[in-house]
């Protein structure tokens, strides 16, 4: 049986806006107040999947959420018909209006934790929606993402779904971007690797057990939250590694695992300041992963700054296995502006005992403006060819799906999008009508709240 990685990227939502809504995500704040272009942004990460769906890669497509999301700001107190709620709202609490636009869904990194059915007991693949609790803007997301996933994976022989954990900072979630899968071949099991900011019940130790957490900003996923997943998943203790992050480089802009490291199959591609205990983190990996070993490229502080990995996302970057066994890494355009990190990816590419052989580069402006990159916009998904075929079949893409998807873009998203234009009630009517389209064209169903 054949088993892949499929990678599901977020379709940009009609409302994509920079409101600069993420502390501790500098390319969020740097461009809070900018004119956003959602139609733009949309047909961006679309050329990146058709793209990749091109090149032989399993390309699937996850929906957006609902925005301006009404039934939140119905919780919050606003009353009367949604063009009222949208007017008071924009003029009692305009950054609650703004994080109740956010179209932060695109990050699907951030959707859940997906573990293979190699890895878990039960042999079938599961999901946990994260409850991004850190941050308000995405916290609204996890029942919406549920109903997606379901949607797109709706097979109860094959997939299992869990409710997101507990929505308080004691079991804080950052899904994916957090998480990462080492092993020798997919269908194979595999090793999961959680990476934490802070261990949340251990409060005399100043929420980490090596007495460090970040000073400037927030640490975002705790040690129980990636706990409980690797129990929810059914995931073999011997096979699960826990790594807590570099509290000093939280406070430069990582605010997930996935700005400074990432890994595919057995090589794992990170900064010589990604964990804490970064040998022991090393050895632990090595052991869990067995004889066949791992493969890590570490790139020293000298050779790329944490700040030049920040600015332009060169480990928020996608590593592809290719036919020829090689490795083709995909970064974002702004690596090549960079002297330094362009340089050292010549470097690696010229270096033939380096498996990273193939860069493909993409310009995601739009995303990356509000913060973030290639692997922020992908959910990865080890399927065998059973999984695979019970998966939605109209949720991959392909070059027709691809057309039909721009079509749709190009009808009901707009060029220019501000703060103010998020009270605009046109902008709901625009974004439910679309959405409505969209679940007909993926055959998702009703899963928004407007269509119940």
Avoid at 157 to 174: K, N
Avoid at 228 to 238: C, E, G, I, K, N
Avoid at 326 to 338: L, N, Q, R
Avoid at 384 to 400: G, K, P, V, Y
Wanted: glycine share 8%.
């Amino acid at each position: 049986m054949t088993t892949i990685e499929a990678n599901f990227d977020g379709l940009v939502g009609p409302t994509h806006n920079y409101a600069g809504l993420s502390k501790g995500n500098k390319a969020s704040i740097h461009h809070a107040g900018n004119l956003a272009n959602p139609r733009q942004a949309a047909l961006q990460g679309l050329e990146k999947m058709k793209a990749l769906s091109e090149l032989g890669f399993v390309q699937g497509v996850l929906a957006p959420q609902e925005r301006p999301d009404i039934a939140t700001l119905r919780r919050l107190g606003f009353t009367g018909s949604d063009s009222r709620i949208l007017s008071d709202a924009a003029q009692q609490m305009p950054a609650v209006l703004a994080a109740c636009c956010s179209a932060s869904s695109m990050w699907t990194a951030n959707a859940a934790t997906v573990s293979p059915s190699a890895d878990c007991a039960d042999g079938k693949v599961h999901f946990t929606p994260a409850n991004l609790i850190n941050k308000f803007h995405r916290s609204i997301e996890h029942d919406v993402t549920g109903n997606i996933l379901k949607a797109t994976f709706n097979s109860p022989d094959h997939f299992v779904h869990h409710q997101a954990l507990p929505s308080t900072e004691y079991f804080g979630d950052e899904g994916a971007a957090n998480h990462t899968r080492f092993c020798h071949e997919y269908g194979a099991q595999g090793v999961e690797f959680f990476v934490y900011g802070k261990e949340a019940f251990n409060q005399r130790s100043g929420f980490g057990r090596h007495s460090l957490s970040p000073q400037k900003y927030p640490a975002r996923q705790s040690l129980e939250a990636s706990q409980a997943v690797a129990r929810l998943h059914q995931l073999d203790p011997d096979k699960v590694v826990f790594a807590q992050q570099n509290p000093a480089v939280i406070d430069q802009g990582v605010f997930h695992n996935d700005v400074i490291a990432v890994g595919n199959r057995n090589l794992l591609f990170c900064h010589e300041q990604s964990f804490v205990g970064q040998g022991a983190v090393y050895e632990s990996l090595r052991r869990s992963c067995g004889p066949q070993g791992l493969h890590i490229v570490e790139v020293a502080d000298q050779q790329v700054s944490v700040g030049q990995a920040v600015g332009t996302y060169l480990f928020n970057s996608q590593l592809l296995s290719l036919e020829n066994g090689g490795t083709m890494i995909v970064v974002p355009s702004e690596c090549e502006h960079e002297p330094a990190v362009w340089s050292y990816l010549q470097s690696i590419l010229n270096d033939a005992s380096c498996p990273i052989t193939d860069l493909k580069v993409f310009d995601l402006r739009q995303s990356m403006n509000n913060g973030g990159g290639p692997a922020c916009l992908r959910l990865r998904v080890v399927l065998n060819d059973q999984e695979l075929a019970a998966t939605n079949q109209q949720c991959l893409i392909d070059s027709q799906r691809f057309l039909t998807l721009s079509r749709w873009v190009k009808k009901h998203y707009r060029d220019q999008l501000s703060e103010k234009d998020l009270a605009d009630p046109l902008l709901l009517t625009e974004s439910r009508t679309a959405l409505d389209e969209l679940t007909r064209i993926l055959n998702l169903g009703s899963i928004y709240p407007f269509q119940h």
